[in-house]
């Protein structure tokens, strides 16, 4: 994303018919042009189009001010849709592309003062209800802003028009705090940042509306987590309409994977969830003080040990923003392949598992969160050592036999 920021709202200043010319300010009056075709070419059928846009801003500052155009344009396309309902006058151009000069460069049509570059530009103003279509582009032709309005050029005064460009929006960026497992949101929610851009890369900012909405749609399949705009309903979609609506996240504080948030369109983002570690009870640590040795598969990792290839042991688990109150969830528990003709499991979902040896052998289990959208893949992953793992322990069954001569 470039660091500059885009305006979204500009002052246009149609001085009826004043012809041509590069001062900022509105031409003297002048009687407006016929609108039916003349024997001659009317002279100077134009207005002068004045805007302001500031000049290579600093995003910092750009996002404390409401009305801008981007800082990447660098023409203004000029359309004069119809005039008085019908097809313009002739001698009416259907459409005028005007590049934005600075000095040194000759033939300026620009001036830049304090950061604010103003820029006057020649365009056709027939007398009567015109309906024109304004478009901001950068150099690579892309659009950033438009309006299509309708405005009433009077003739013999100077016309004074103000239109607000609305942004047209190229991607949107999502970003929000980390939320944390056992800790709901309170209020409205977690405020999300939501940066939508133009299709130079500058950021659409102020308080018009944009030239197209767009959605964002949470993808939490858990539940646990709804959006919204400015205080209204929880939803999964809502529609964005403009830079100023306030887009915040409702969670649950129940355990969950991190949140996707999608766009209509391009881009999008995502919210993490900060999860808790499963605690176990009924394992060993595999270690020395155990009589583990650290070539084991499971060295160093809570363990299930068994002396005989028979016999069954409860193992139970708990995690915060899961099994407490008010979640109150359950687990199934996942035994790997290795585990098949070694051991069994009673049914799940449950918190507490009875484990039942069946032949001599290593193998590993998990408790994984029991409902649609889970389990939770956030854990830490196993370290050594930690009494705490992601819900995966080990089930070890050993025999011995001896012989005495």
Known sequence: ????????????????????????????????????????????????????????????????????????SAKVVVAVNTVNGGAPPSWVPASTTTNLVFPPTGGSNCTASGGTATCTIPVAAPPGSVNYTFTVEDSSNNQLATLTTTQTIS?????????????IVNQVSVTGATLTADTPTTGAGETLTVTPLDASGAQIVGSAAFNSSFTLTDGDATGQTKLSVNGGAASSTVTVTSPSDVVTLQYTGQADNNVTISSSVAG???????????????????????????????????????????????????????????FSKQFDLVLSGGCTGKASASAGPATSFTITALAVGVCSARFEEHGTGYPIVNHPAPTSGNPTQNGTFWISITTAGFTVN
């Open 155 to 167: 003739q013999g005064v100077n016309n004074t028009i103000t239109v607000t460009l609305k942004g």
């Open 1 to 72: 994303m470039k660091s500059r920021a885009l305006a979204l709202a500009a002052l246009f200043l149609l001085a009826g018919c004043g012809g041509g010319g590069g001062g900022s300010s509105p031409t003297a009056n002048v009687p407006a042009a016929p609108t039916t075709a003349p024997t001659s070419t009317p002279v100077n059928p134009m207005a002068n189009l004045t805007l302001s846009f500031p000049l290579g801003a600093k995003k910092s500052s750009n996002l404390r001010h409401p009305d801008y155009v981007s800082p990447n």
């Open 268 to 326: 999008g983002g995502f919210v993490s969830v900060t999860d808790n570690d499963v605690v176990l009870a009924g394992t060993t640590l595999d270690d020395a003080a155990h009589g583990g040795i650290n070539t084991d598969s499971n060295w160093g990792q809570q363990t299930l040990f068994f002396s005989a290839a028979s016999g069954s042991q409860l193992v139970s688990a708990s995690e915060l923003g899961w099994t407490d109150a008010p």
